[in-house]
């Protein structure tokens, strides 16, 4: 089974509905992210939380909200989905040492249209 | 504004050769920086740690530089593999902990 697990891994949806991407990993890592990635734009990070109670805003957060429910889980929400919105999503996850890896889901791959 | 340069055109090499990425910023200090390889429809995955005081760090066929002075990290893979076709990013990671700044990647083409 994949450490950090991503789902849905596809969703085609429409302008205005409200969507959830939900995250869970088995590492045991406090720290979680949440990307997009566009082509030629490489990872922007939307959210992170260093721990069940810590929520902080990435350099792209407008328009997504995060919720973390356990050390284990992060899920990302789009309230009301745009065109502009349909990326390719990342989960990931890191321990909280200093200069640690991060741990990658494999994606959600989201349309909007 | 912080910016991470990687040549968003693929480098096409022969099996056998070295294959050489950059990876450019500027307006940034990075205390790390991170070299990440990404498969199609996969998440990246994590190859190579390089800290600012390190010139110079190996793992098998890989290699990572990283100069502070020209703000510039190669990686390198000696006697490539076709199963090295893959996006390769790099990440700098600054002193406030675990945040990285991601760069746009390159793609490695490697040809039997």
């Known amino acids: 089974d994949a450490d950090v697990t991503q789902t849905p891994r596809n969703r085609i949806t429409k302008t205005g509905k409200r969507i959830m991407l939900e995250c869970s990993q088995t590492k045991g890592h406090d720290r979680m992210y949440w990307y997009r990635q566009d082509p030629g734009l490489g990872l922007r990070l939307i959210y992170y939380?260093?721990?069940?109670?810590?929520?902080n805003k990435g350099e792209i957060s407008d328009g997504y909200s995060v919720s973390r429910q356990a050390q284990a889980k992060f899920s990302l929400s789009l309230e009301s989905a745009i065109p502009n919105q349909t990326a390719l999503y990342f989960c990931a996850t890191a321990g909280t040492e200093g200069n640690q890896p991060q741990h990658f889901g494999d994606g959600t791959r989201l349309s909007i249209l | 504004s912080q910016k991470i340069e990687q040549n968003s055109e693929a480098l096409n090499i022969q099996e056998g050769k070295t294959a050489t990425l950059t990876c450019n910023y500027t307006?940034?200090?990075?205390?790390?920086l991170q070299w990440y390889r990404q498969d199609p429809g996969r998440g990246p995955v994590f190859l190579l740690l390089i800290r600012e005081n390190e010139k110079e760090k190996r793992k098998e066929r890989l290699k990572v530089t990283f100069d502070t002075t020209l703000k510039q990290s190669l990686f390198h893979i000696t006697a490539s593999q076709p199963a090295d076709s893959a996006t390769y990013l790099c990440?700098?990671?600054?002193?406030?902990?675990?945040?990285?700044?991601f760069g746009g990647g390159t793609r490695l083409m490697v040809k039997p």
């Open positions: 990440a700098l990671e600054g002193n406030a902990g675990n945040m990285l700044t």
């Open positions: 307006n940034y200090s990075p205390a790390y």
């Open positions: 939380s260093f721990d069940v109670k810590d929520i």
